[in-house]
């Protein structure tokens, strides 16, 4: 990823302004989602629509603390992997459940992330998604990557705090190289209030 092609990272101005505007549209609960998916968990546009509820639920189909991303749903081999579930996140992801557990065909393998024709989306439909978004919004350089690189640059900044090391923040972005996970952070803002929360 060569440093001119980097995805903008997005400020917390950034993220209530994008919050308060997805809220006006036609489907504020779902479109949050997505959002928040990307820069509250770092997940890739494939991650985002392959998601299930089965990797964010229990055995018991209640809402877990934790995203168990699988390979198949990432990039495959060692791609997946275990992400904390943010608060805020879980708060609509709960809304979305207890939605969806109404539908008589309700099953755990059922993808979260669907549209008004289908029970799934696309990866490609979901950069488009964050494409529009921004572009829309007036947000210049952003992309589908930008939440992705502001979730993990927030960790980098909050991870010494638990005692972790960088090598923490490239499981949880489940990169195979540290030298990936370094390309995402932005250095600058690590030392600053306005490295994403």
Known sequence: MALNKQAKILTTKQ??????????????????????????????????????????????GQLSREINLINKASKGKESGRIIPLHKDLAVLLTELLSKQQKDEHFNLTNRIITTERDNKTSPQAIVNFFYNLYKEIGFEGCSSHSGRRTFITSAAKNISLAGGTLNDIRMLAGHSTLSTTQRYIEYCLLYTSDAAD
């Open 15 to 60: 993220q209530e302004l994008t919050l308060g505007y997805l809220e006006r549209t036609r489907y504020p609960l779902r479109n949050k989602i997505i959002f928040m998916l990307s820069y509250k968990a770092g997940l890739r546009a494939k991650e985002i629509a392959n998601l299930t509820w089965l990797m964010v639920c229990d055995s018991e």
